[in-house]
């Protein structure tokens, strides 16, 4: 896409760099026999096929160190510390060392780039670590690349052979020997996730396990539903009054109440839901306590109970569970001495209906956004409709992210997210143009989806960071770099889609081109019958229906369930990290933004453009500003007075007739991020440092105060508009109400006559008068306001009533 790799520190691309391209990559691409002199060999004309169609081949050199033996001791200790090198070239791997063994084990695999080979030999050291003096040679082995074998998937692995040490010069064998295995390869070979890759041979220690390539499955979420009833025998702290009770329900950070009971007595009823997010394995526990409300600012527990959350019942429809009662313990946790427990003559109880809600979607992303539909319990997951293939290939000019040795640098990998599974490619170290080539697949059973595909800048390579540490939010950030949604409703079915997607980040300077993702896309349908019958179904499970939440619980759940989703991705090895989770799900989407205000209200003044121009055309044709026009509206209205059974075909055969019009002008590439519907390229720069402050607020006290003004300015054409729009509802409400005795008095006058006149006319010629009258010339118009439009301009509301 760009002739070379742009220089840290370059300018942004123009505007119009922000569109889709097209690309023709080499997709599922064979490796030319031949190749070069040198390494001509190595393909020796097979013809193979390979699963990985999407991607563009990238070949390896792959190099299995399995075991050593019979090592011989040091001359100096006695003893032996052995490590395996493995050199091609300028570039060396070396195993770990162990102490004191003769017969070491190691298993790791080397991997080294075909296109950064730059010798015809490979060597292979053993060396003996010391302490102080140099590394002892213990021998070598050899092979000649023109002689390496090459092997595809599926083929079965390639089987390690033993190999008998030589000495440096070649000139003889020594004692000990290397179980090795050597062979050509792709991408699509399994050991590339776990291989040592030459490009990355500058990371060291922990950070070797924060480049490799991942799949990740998202925890398997639950509602739980506690259905708090009632309580017996609760007993205040203070005597001679009667608690003031409520239920404070916790799982893990997640803390509900009820309601305080509005009558005080001793047995409290409440009737209340408190909806949790929880996931398995179930590590929290439910912790309900009744509390008393003695004071506003103080509330006295009265008593509570933990339970785990794997002894409730798992619903799969709507049917309710049965109810249990729970004592509760008076002193906390139920941690009381035996001496204590015995002077309880009676415990209080809880009533309580608890269930795991499995015939629900718990919903941990936005919902415009959203990649996975089904209910949580699989026994109601319906068959797959379709595959959906995605080939991540290459970025092309990324931007310089950081600083590393006094110059600009990126580390870049790739995270995509569709359903519960996740999948993270391989940071392709210190590079503006890295080049992934990997190929996943997803079962897709919704097309109205969405998935999400996020690029991210690797900060966590240093030796001294440790896998997860991330997760907590602490130590550095990986960095956005930029994101691309595809919808699979837009797609055609069994279509190869290769774009190069532009990677926009919003920051508070403005909008910038961070570089361009090359994708392959292909949405393949297994079955079209069930694709066509989930157009008639509702998106969501059923029991979102039968028994929805409200909106701002489903808003605080959605919250807690990114929040569970973060922490378990983050704990995985290597980990995706809570920003890079919260990135891709989104979580500050629903954040205020004078930005994104504007964007909305365009959006619905863009929807109603459709029906401002037909209302202009319909004033032109009434006004006859083009008379041919007029009179074939004539001729077209009193064809369908005389034959009304024409309407509904007429228009039914006019919207077909729009749609196999605009077929030829049908997108022919997927959606894509849009600055200018976004106004992301016209926002004030105030605008954008509000959209990025925190919540609540970090600015002084003064840019508080201006930007408070501003949206009460907002807010006060809102509100004059919200009040136009009441204004003109209650004029209606009043026509028959008698607020005004003259103007109802007229309007009931009229409709008597109507009444009697549409009885004895015919509709035909009713609706012929009608059309007639409004489609006159202007010669017989007025200027004037009509009769009905100053009758209702004279109606009373109620903003007499309003202070």
Not at 135 to 152: A, H, I, S
Not at 188 to 207: I, K, L, N, R, Y
Not at 278 to 291: M, S, Y
Not at 544 to 570: E, W
């Amino acid at each position: 896409m760009h002739p070379a790799n742009p220089p840290a520190g370059s300018p942004g691309p123009n505007p119009q760099d922000y569109n889709l391209k097209d690309t023709s990559p080499r997709l599922g691409e064979r490796w030319p026999v031949g190749g070069s002199r040198t390494l001509g060999g190595w393909m020796s004309g097979d013809k193979y096929s390979s699963t990985y169609d999407l991607v563009e081949q990238m070949y390896y050199l792959y190099v299995r160190v399995v075991k050593a033996k019979d090592l011989p001791p040091s001359s100096i200790t006695g003893s032996c510390d052995p490590y395996i090198e493995v050199k091609l070239g300028n570039y060396k791997g070396t195993t770990k060392h162990f102490e004191k063994k003769h017969n070491p084990e190691w298993n790791q695999v080397f991997a080294f780039s075909k296109d950064r080979i730059q010798s015809s030999v490979l060597e292979v050291f053993v060396k003996d670590k010391e302490m102080v003096a140099r590394d002892d040679y213990l021998g070598k082995v050899t092979f000649d690349l023109n002689e390496v074998p090459t092997r595809v998937p599926p083929d079965s692995p390639l089987a390690p052979q033993w190999y008998r040490l030589e000495e440096r010069r070649g000139e003889g064998k020594v004692r000990g020997e290397v179980m090795l295995a050597v062979w050509m390869g792709t991408q699509a070979d399994e050991a590339f996730p776990d291989a040592w890759h030459s490009d990355a041979a500058s990371v060291h220690g922990e950070g070797v396990f924060n480049i490799r390539s991942k799949v990740y499955v998202s925890p398997k979420l639950w509602y739980l539903r506690v259905n708090v009833i009632e309580a017996q025998d609760v007993q205040p702290n203070e005597k001679g009054r009667f608690p003031e009770a409520f239920v404070r329900a916790q799982v893990g950070n997640q803390v509900l109440k009820t309601k305080i009971c509005p009558t005080r007595s001793l047995n409290p009823l409440w009737n209340e839901d408190l909806v949790f997010v929880v996931a398995e394995p179930f590590e929290e526990h439910l912790v309900l306590g009744v509390e008393d409300r003695v004071h506003p600012s103080k509330d006295d527990v009265l008593g509570k109970i933990t339970l785990p959350i794997s002894i409730f019942e798992k619903r799969l429809d709507h049917r309710p569970v049965h109810s249990q009662w729970f004592n509760l313990e008076r002193f906390g946790f139920g941690l009381l001495e035996g001496d204590r427990r015995k002077e309880l003559r009676f415990s209080s109880r809880i009533h309580l209906r608890v269930c795991l809600e499995g015939a629900y979607h718990v919903l941990d992303e936005s919902t415009m956004y959203i990649s996975d539909q089904r209910p949580t319990a699989r026994q109601l997951w319906k068959q797959p409709i379709g595959i959906l293939e995605v080939g991540i290939l290459s970025a092309q000019g990324l931007l310089a992210m950081k600083t590393k040795d006094g110059r600009g640098t990126t580390d870049a990998y790739c995270v995509a997210k569709y359903g519960q599974k996740w999948v993270r490619t391989r940071t392709i170290i210190d590079s503006f143009g890295p080049k992934w080539n990997e190929q996943y697949t997803w079962e897709v059973y919704d097309p109205c989806t969405v998935i999400t595909l996020g690029v991210f800048d690797n900060c966590h390579l240093g030796a001294g960071e440790k896998p997860g540490s991330g997760a907590g939010g602490g130590g550095a950030r990986d960095l956005r770099i930029g994101k691309v949604r595809i919808r699979l409703s837009t797609l055609e079915t069994d279509r190869i889609y290769t774009h190069s997607y532009p990677l926009l980040v919003l920051h508070q300077s403005g909008v910038k081109k961070m570089g361009e993702l090359q994708l392959a896309v292909r949405f393949t349908c297994l079955s079209l019958a069930n694709m066509i019958y989930l157009y008639g179904h509702p998106p969501l499970p059923k029991m979102h229906y039968i028994h929805p939440f409200t909106v701002n619980q489903l808003d605080n759940l959605r919250y807690q369930a990114m929040n569970i989703v973060a922490v378990r991705l983050g704990r995985a090895e290597p980990p995706l990290r809570k920003e890079t989770v919260e990135y891709m799900l989104d979580v500050d989407s629903h954040m205020w933004s004078m930005r994104r205000s504007k964007a909305n209200f365009f959006r619905i003044m863009s929807l109603l453009s459709g029906m401002i121009a037909i209302g202009k055309w319909f004033n032109d044709v009434s006004h006859w500003k083009n008379p041919i026009t007029t009179v074939l509206v004539h001729i077209l209205f009193l064809i369908l007075i005389w034959y009304p059974e024409l309407i509904l075909p007429t228009i039914f055969l006019y919207m077909f007739l729009i749609g196999i019009w605009n077929y030829r002008f049908r997108p022919r590439h997927p959606p894509h991020m849009d600055t200018r519907l976004s106004w992301a390229e016209a926002v004030h720069p105030d605008e954008l440092d509000e959209e990025f402050d925190t919540f609540p607020t970090s600015k002084p006290h003064d840019i508080v105060r201006m930007r408070y003004d501003r949206l009460r300015s907002v807010a006060g054409r809102i509100q004059t508009v919200v009040g136009d729009m009441a204004t003109q509802g209650e004029r209606f409400q009043s026509l028959l109400s008698w607020r005004d005795p003259r103007a109802t008095s007229l309007f009931i006058v009229f409709c008597l006559c109507a009444a009697v006149v549409l009885y004895v006319t015919p509709f035909r010629v009713v609706a012929l008068v009608m059309g007639l009258y409004m489609l006159r010339h202007p010669r017989f118009r007025s200027k004037l306001p009509s009769v009905p439009s100053n009758f209702f301009k004279r109606l009373p509301a109620r903003t007499d009533c309003l202070l």
